[in-house]
Every structure is written in C-alpha cells, then in structure tokens.
C-alpha cells in the first residue's frame, strides 16, 4: 500500500482523463524538463550498456548476442540471458502465486513505482531506442519515453477503473421474503488473473506498442513474459530490469516479468504461445505472424497491432500552403516507418476547389513532392526527421514503388552528419492511377507515397475504404471545405473501422495520437483487433471469482 500511496494522486489524475478525455500528461515530453545533469548521465548509462553481457538475475541456459544490430552504424555488443521456454512459464507460473493473490492497490503502486523509475531513465532509454530502431533522438525520447509511459499509465488506470467496479470486500445481501425472514449472504468477489502473459514486441517502437499490453498484463495480477523482437531488444531489456528490481524491492518474486531472447535462425514466440499456461498474448508487427497467432493460439486472449494502409482524401482546402507543410512532415516523418503513416494520397482528376479556384492535379502532385524535397534538402534536417532506415528490405520496396508508376519525386541516399553509417533515404512520390490497384492496396512499409488520380471524393472515399477493410488501416486525413463531403467521410470511416482526422494544417500531425484522448487502433479491421486503450482491451485479463457465505 506505499507505493500505491505514494503514486496515487497520479493514478487519481489518469482516471479522471480517461473519462474526460481532454489533454493530461503525466511526464514531461521536453528533454528540458529532465535538468541540466540528465542528459550526459542517460548517454553515459547508454555506453556502459555496450560491449557486455546484460546481467538478470533470472532463469538462464547461457547467453546469446541475438540478432540487434544499430541501423545508426554503431557497435552495440550486447548479449542477453537465454532461457529454454519451459523454464519461462515455470518460473512465471511460480510467481503469479503471490502476485495474484496481491491485492489491487498493491499490483497497481508497483506499477506506478515502475513507471516512476523508467521516467529518471528516459535519456538512456532514448539512447537505446535511437540505436536500436533507427529512429532520430528526439522521436526516440519522446516515444520511447514520456509517450510510451503515458500509454502505459492509461492501461494501469483503465484496469484499476475496471478492477474496482465491484465493492470492495465484504457485502451483506438481503433478499426479503414477504413474512418469513428475509434471506441473507455474505458476499465478496475476489480478482483473479487470467494467466501467464507474454509480450511480443515490435522492432521499431518496442516501448510505445509494448508499454500498454505488458501493464494492462501486470496491474490483474499477471505474470509477463517479454519477447523482444530479436533486432530491437535493449529498450525492453532495460525494462524488465527496472521492473525486476522494483518488484523485489517490494516483496514479490521479481520472475513476475521475464525476458525471453530469441534469435531470427531459432524464434521460440509460436513454442512460447502455445504453451497452455499463457492467458495473453500482445502482439505489434506485421500481419503474417499475427494472422497465425488470432488463428491458431486458440487457448488465449490475443490482442494484436499489425499492418495497414492509412489514406489521405484531398477534396478540397482553403489554403495548400497549410495542406503541404502538414502532409510533408506526417509522410515522412521516420522514413514512414510509423504504423499511422499515410501511405496512399487520393486526389481527383480534375482536381480540387482552393479557396474558389480549380487547382489541377498535377499542381495538387507536384506541389506535394515540392514540399517534401524543400523539407528534406538539408541532409542534418532530413537526417533529425528520416532518422535511419531498419529494414533491410525497404530499399527493395522503393525500387519496386518507383518502377510501378510516374515518379513525381525520386528517393536520394542522405549522408547523415553524425552517423556516416546509417542508411537514410528521402522517400519516393509517385504517382498511380485508380485502377492500378495492385500498387497501392498494400501496405509498402518505409518511405513510400502513392499520390492516386481518381475520377472524384466519391471514388477517393470508396478505395480508401476497400484498402481499410482488406489490408487494414490505422489513420485516415480528410481535407476539406465540404460539410457534406466530410459527412459522408465520418460515414465512410465508420465503415472502413478506421480513425480519421479533417484538415490538418499545423504542428499536429495524423501520425500522433494523445494518450487518455486518443484511441489507437480501433480493433475493426484487419490493422488490428485490440485498441490501445479501451476498457477491453484490460478487462478480460482477469476473471470474478464470486464467495457466498451464508449469514
């Protein structure tokens, strides 16, 4: 209960903003805010990191250097305990024992105290985000950091609002019985976790998509397994070892959360899954793998974020300048390897109304490759937005994008200032006709854009939602002047079960969702089947266990 105490005026404060929804933030997103001394100690805590064994205190069979490597170019050396699954479940198993039978506000204050700790470290862990996904520092401390925390607060707040629906301990229920005596129950009802959680992390943001699943999975009383992808796994490594530390600290078995480390020649995340102690599996990456999981793990909850192709309708605008200087940065913000980045832009034909003038399609086109080499031309700028690119396959898919129409913009290499090593391109616009379907009705992952000539907004609305409702999709951008135009997408978008936003036009970009505001993900397309967060995606984490004891 002390540490619950201690971060309660935090967990008090999250509740009423995911009921409210308006703007709270728990931790600072500005470096700034951190002192003047947090900055050199994080980068220092970083390179001790590097060239070592990363120590747990957990079961082990040895260690393995995995498969993580640093698209910056950097040497990061870093091996993990390895760990046979049998003794993963064994040992979380083991420990869900007590922390099961923890009460609410126990579970909770640990994770609040968790969460707590991972703040004082978000400087290195913005250094091992950056090294490890490719993206630039300030991304990389701001969603490998305070954004990630406050997703991962938002689902500690919406278990805790879901766990403490019912009355706490014991109630008296009388039930009358007309002239004979009324009849009376003793009743309390008691959280029970669901099972061994696993966790199976992403390779561009393991915190941001990892956070909400892993302490959703925690604060019900669930043990938690981590398996990092095996290119990304620092960032939740340092995790686990805050969270190690922090249950200890408080009196639980620290194999409450688990790392499991695996390698691309020898995954072990179908063995692990299938193990019928897990309960849980949250799943970020591509739609292969998690297609297998929501059709064969049949035993669990599967909660999955996978791919998706995310569509900006331009029908018309008062202004293009705005139009450009908003697109430019969402599209190409790192490298598009966003899961909310647009990839397919629809313009009509005929073009679109600007302030009571025709503006042709190609003006609409050229304009956006326009401002997208102007904002890229410097490479240290072009270098602090790409960041660097993490698959290896992305540069195929360029070429194979720009082979499939009219290139409006070509991709360039950047040689990024700092880091000589790192593959940074500028992405490809090109530009497609409706009918070539087989182009744009799939996700190309990386720095892609398709600028589509349709024959209308009828036509743009109609592909995007086959798009959304056949590959999936996370995001949509509408512009326009047209109150019936953006009725009909309301409607569109409630169909397609994809989030959408209307002319943007400022510093807030369609690839940004706020946490207790926000939902990410809907769950109704094939982008997904869970929302980070809403009161489903907790509430099956745990079971009612109903105690009746005649009075």
Same mark, same amino acid.
């Given at each position: ?364 086109? /050229?304009?956006?490759?326009?401002? &997208?080499? #102007?904002?890229?031309? !410097?490479?240290?700028?072009? %270098? @602090?937005? $790409?960041? /660097?690119?993490?698959?290896?396959? &992305?540069? #195929?898919?360029?070429? !194979?994008?720009?082979?499939? %129409? @009219?290139? $409006? ?143």
């Amino acid at each position: 209960m002390e540490l619950f105490e201690k971060h309660e005026d935090t967990l008090r404060r999250a509740v009423a903003a995911i009921s409210n929804r308006e703007y709270w933030s728990a931790y600072p997103e500005s470096p700034r805010a951190y002192g003047d001394e947090a900055p050199a100690a994080g980068e220092e805590a970083f390179q001790a990191r590097l060239g070592r064994p990363f120590v747990l205190d957990q079961p082990a069979t040895g260690t393995s250097g995995a498969g993580e490597s640093s698209p910056y170019g950097v040497d990061l050396g870093v091996t993990y305990p390895v760990a046979t699954v049998g003794q993963l479940i064994d040992a979380a198993t083991a420990a869900m024992q007590t922390w099961g039978k923890a009460s609410v506000e126990e579970r909770v204050g640990v994770c609040l105290e968790i969460l707590d700790r991972l703040k004082e470290d978000s400087f290195e862990m913005a250094h091992a985000v950056m090294q490890t996904t490719g993206q630039a520092f300030l991304m990389a401390f701001q969603a490998g950091g305070p954004h990630a925390l406050d997703r991962a607060l938002e689902a500690v707040a919406y278990a805790y609002q879901e766990m403490t629906r019912l009355p706490a301990g014991e109630m008296r229920w009388e039930k009358p019985q007309g002239k004979r005596d009324p009849l009376l129950i003793d009743k309390q009802w008691r959280i029970r976790p669901r099972g061994v959680a696993v966790t199976i992390g992403v390779s561009t943001f393991p915190t941001w998509n990892g956070y909400p699943g892993i302490f959703a999975s925690l604060a019900t009383g669930n043990p938690v397994i981590v398996k990092p992808h095996p290119g990304t796994i620092l960032p939740l490594a340092i995790f686990v070892e805050t969270a190690r530390a922090v249950l200890e600290e408080a009196g639980f078995d620290p194999n409450t959360v688990l790392l499991a480390v695996d390698t691309p020649d020898d995954p072990i995340a179908k063995e692990l899954v299938m193990d019928p102690a897990v309960g849980m599996v949250d799943y970020t990456g591509g739609s292969g793998f998690g297609d297998w999981l929501e059709q064969n793990v049949t035993h669990a909850l599967i909660f999955t974020e996978k791919a998706g192709v995310n569509s900006v309708i331009i029908d018309s605008a008062p202004d293009l300048k705005g139009v450009f200087r908003n697109l430019s940065v969402s599209l190409t913000m790192y490298s598009g390897q966003m899961c909310t980045t647009p990839q397919n832009v629809f313009v009509p034909a005929s073009g679109i109304d600007v302030d009571g003038e025709q503006v042709s399609f190609s003006e609409v086109a /050229s304009g956006l490759a326009g401002a &997208i080499e #102007g904002l890229l031309a !410097d490479d240290q700028r072009a %270098g @602090d937005i $790409l960041g /660097s690119i993490k698959s290896s396959d &992305i540069a #195929g898919r360029i070429g !194979d994008a720009a082979a499939s %129409g @009219d290139v $409006l913009l070509a991709s360039r290499e950047v040689t990024h200032p700092t880091f000589p090593d790192a593959e940074v391109r500028t992405p490809v616009v090109v530009k497609v006709e409706a009918d070539d379907r087989a182009s744009y009705m799939r996700e190309m992952f990386g720095p892609i854009i398709y600028v589509i000539a349709t024959a209308d907004t009828e036509e743009s609305l109609d592909l995007a939602k086959e798009s959304a409702l056949e590959s999936g999709a996370i995001t949509w951008l509408v512009y326009t002047t047209n109150e019936e135009v953006m009725g009909e997408a309301i409607g569109a978008a409630l169909d397609a079960g994809v989030s959408v936003a209307f002319n943007l036009a400022g510093g807030l970009y369609v690839n940004q969702s706020a946490a207790f505001s926000d939902f990410h993900v809907t769950g109704a397309n094939p982008a997904g089947n869970a929302s980070l967060t809403d009161p489903a995606f907790v509430a099956g984490r745990f079971r009612v266990i109903g105690v009746r004891v005649s009075a």
